[in-house]
């Protein structure tokens, strides 16, 4: 006994498949065509009996040499059968295999006796090839149909009798209205299918549109925020750079303020910390200014003999051995600015004052100026006392050291004091020696060269103008220069607003001219696809009428028919009883039924044809209506 198999994935190990009817649940056993079971052995026959008449003789598969003959064997008794198991395992094919394709089970070969047709052999075009595995709801009812058929078949009255064939003839109008109906019905269902296909289609299509639109815009968004904030970045560390170099600025300029600032003497002298009192000691430099005098030995002629010193003692005063000791006033520090006003006001109060005198009583003024420069021309200075001789005696060197300290003592003494002395004469004259320095330059002038007031008075009167001329005109230039500066700016902004409005002006057009390409590609679309939609419904109705017509035109033929064959059964009853032959019998009936109905079926066939025909064609429209549609709308995005 010989079982054929299939190398099919199972999970694992070979498995033994299935017919065709497995899919739906049904097992049928293996055929028993090929193998016949007989009383006395088995036999094999049928179609593949020659297959087991000589086997191939392959050397590696045989131990012993062709050459070599046994002697038969006897036939061994069988072992008695082992007990059969309470479990076993069984290999199946499933519907679906772990591989990419899925593969038809195995069917063995089967025979049917004469007369017998399983229903179950009716599903046997049910395969995986053509998709019709595993069953759908469609194909259930597809089944039930051919069931429900083939009752209705089993149904159908025979050919017997007048009254069998029309019944006959009415059943078979039904059936076949109700299966076109049903035609219709799957029709319907395809078209909308293909709609709503082609609708979901269109809007996957402009979501997808949409959504890359959205990233573009996205990435527009992104990439501007991008460079403003590198813009920002830039304009940070430009302004950190120029907020350094105003800081770095304004440190030399102080700098150099701090060193153009002028030597405040009278601040310095009356200071008696500054340097000006006796700082020399410190930097190395001596306090005298006489480079000889440490050199000799001076002493006064009265410090000789004690009468001349009496003779000193009785020539000073009694005040000069009275200790007194007076703390100076200190003097009201002011800075060099308010110094400078200072001078400022007491020059301009003197112009004033000089004016005025040169108004009034300018030949007075004038004696009186002449007068006091004269007598400061003429002030000799004052005769200092001669300085004392040195002592040719050396008999008191051992007092040397003592001397020289009270030298320096009287020196110190005597150089302060008229210090002092110097310092209050200028404080007491400090109008005298401000008015002196102002006319000091007018004064140094011969009198014939010296101004006339009313020449002075007039050159003051024509400066005042000219002054006043003057700032009016820098005033006007002034304010001028601001109305330029001002139109100028205000020029740049009505050319920065006139470009931009010219930019605007070109992004809108732009933009209206993509929305109107967008529009009539949109148009174009919507104009092929409804045009589309036309030819189908025209298509549709041109085929509903041609049903119709042809329902119509049946009806009237099956009435034409049924009138000829009421006449026919006439003529028949008429010819039957004048010739009874079962020949005669035989070929009316062939004439009147069989070939009628072969001609009703080869026209079905050919309607069948021709609406194929125009399926396809109207398939093949609607496909290039919607790549024309899909293209019009790239093209237009």
């Not at 065509?33 to 045989?62: A, C, E, I, M, T």
């Not at 194909?139 to 051919?146: D, F, H, S, W």
């Not at 109060?349 to 420069?373: I, S, Y």
């Not at 020196?411 to 000091?440: D, F, I, P, T």
Request: aromatic letters at 4%; hydrophobic letters at 40%.
């Amino acid at each position: 006994m010989q079982t054929e198999y299939e190398s099919a994935y199972c999970g694992g190990g070979l498995g033994r498949t299935l017919p065709d009817s497995a899919a739906f649940g049904s097992w049928v056993a293996p055929a028993q065509s090929r193998l016949n079971q007989g009383g006395d052995g088995v036999r094999v026959s049928g179609p593949s009996r020659h297959r087991y008449f000589k086997r191939p003789v392959l050397p590696f598969l045989s131990e012993q040499p062709p050459e070599v003959l046994l002697a038969p064997l006897g036939a061994a008794e069988p072992p008695p059968p082992s007990p059969e198991p309470a479990a076993r395992e069984m290999a199946t094919q499933s519907d679906y295999r772990e591989s990419e394709a899925q593969t038809d089970p195995f069917s063995p070969e089967y025979s049917l006796p004469p007369g017998e047709a399983p229903e179950l052999l009716a599903l046997a075009g049910l395969t995986h090839v053509n998709g019709q595995l595993p069953a759908t709801l469609q194909t259930v009812e597809a089944i039930e149909r051919a069931r429900a058929k083939r009752q209705f078949e089993a149904a159908l009255p025979p050919l017997t009798d007048e009254a069998s064939l029309s019944l006959r003839r009415k059943m078979l109008s039904e059936q076949e209205t109700r299966e076109w109906a049903v035609r219709e019905a799957e029709m319907r269902e395809a078209r909308e299918a293909g709609v709503a296909q082609f609708d979901a289609s269109m809007r996957s299509d402009a979501a997808r549109l949409e959504a890359a639109w959205e990233e573009r815009v996205e990435q527009l968004r992104q990439l501007r925020l991008t460079q403003k904030d590198r813009e920002i970045a830039g304009i940070q560390r430009g302004r950190i750079k120029a907020l350094r170099k105003l800081s770095e600025a304004r440190k030399h300029a102080a700098a150099r303020v701090r060193s153009k600032e002028p030597r405040d003497i009278v601040g310095e002298y009356a200071d008696y910390g500054s340097q000006v009192y006796a700082p020399l000691d410190r930097k190395g430099l001596s306090l005298t200014q006489d480079k000889l005098a440490d050199r000799f030995e001076t002493r006064a002629p009265q410090l000789e003999d004690y009468n001349g010193l009496c003779e000193l003692e009785a020539s000073l005063p009694s005040s000069a051995f009275e200790v007194r000791v007076s703390k100076p006033k200190p003097a009201a520090v002011v800075g060099p600015a308010m110094r400078a006003e200072q001078r400022l006001r007491n020059t301009l109060d003197a112009t004033a004052e000089a004016l005025q005198r040169v108004k009034h009583a300018p030949d007075v003024e004038r004696e009186e100026r002449e007068a006091v420069l004269a007598l400061y021309r003429d002030a000799k200075p004052v005769e200092r006392p001669p300085t004392p001789e040195p002592l040719a005696d050396e008999s008191e060197a051992e007092d040397g050291a003592a001397a020289e300290a009270a030298l320096l003592l009287q020196r110190l003494l005597r150089g302060r004091a008229v210090q002092n002395l110097m310092y209050a004469a200028k404080e007491r004259r400090l109008e005298l020696l401000a008015e002196l320095r102002s006319e000091e330059g007018s004064a140094t002038d011969p009198p014939s060269l010296a101004p006339d007031a009313d020449e002075v008075a007039r050159e003051a009167v024509f400066e005042s103008a000219v002054g006043a001329a003057v700032g009016d005109a820098l005033d006007a230039m002034a304010k001028e220069l601001g109305a330029q500066r001002e139109e100028r700016r205000i020029a740049a902004l009505a050319a920065a607003a006139e470009e931009e409005r010219q930019r605007r002006e070109t992004a809108e057009t732009r933009r209206r001219t993509a929305e109107l390409e967008a529009r009539r590609a949109e148009e174009e679309a919507y104009r092929q696809v409804m045009a589309v939609h036309r030819g189908s419904a025209r298509s549709f109705v041109a085929a509903l009428v041609d049903e119709v017509a042809g329902e119509a035109a049946a009806a009237a033929e099956g009435d034409a028919a049924r009138a000829r064959d009421g006449e026919l059964g006439a003529l028949l009853d008429r010819l039957e009883s004048k010739a009874s032959g079962a020949g005669e019998v035989a070929c009316a009936l062939l004439r009147d039924f069989v070939i009628p109905d072969a001609d009703r079926l080869l026209a079905a066939r050919q309607a069948d044809a021709e609406d194929r025909k125009f399926a396809r064609a109207a398939q093949l429209c609607i496909g290039v209506a919607v790549e024309s549609a899909e293209a019009a709308l790239c093209g237009g995005v």
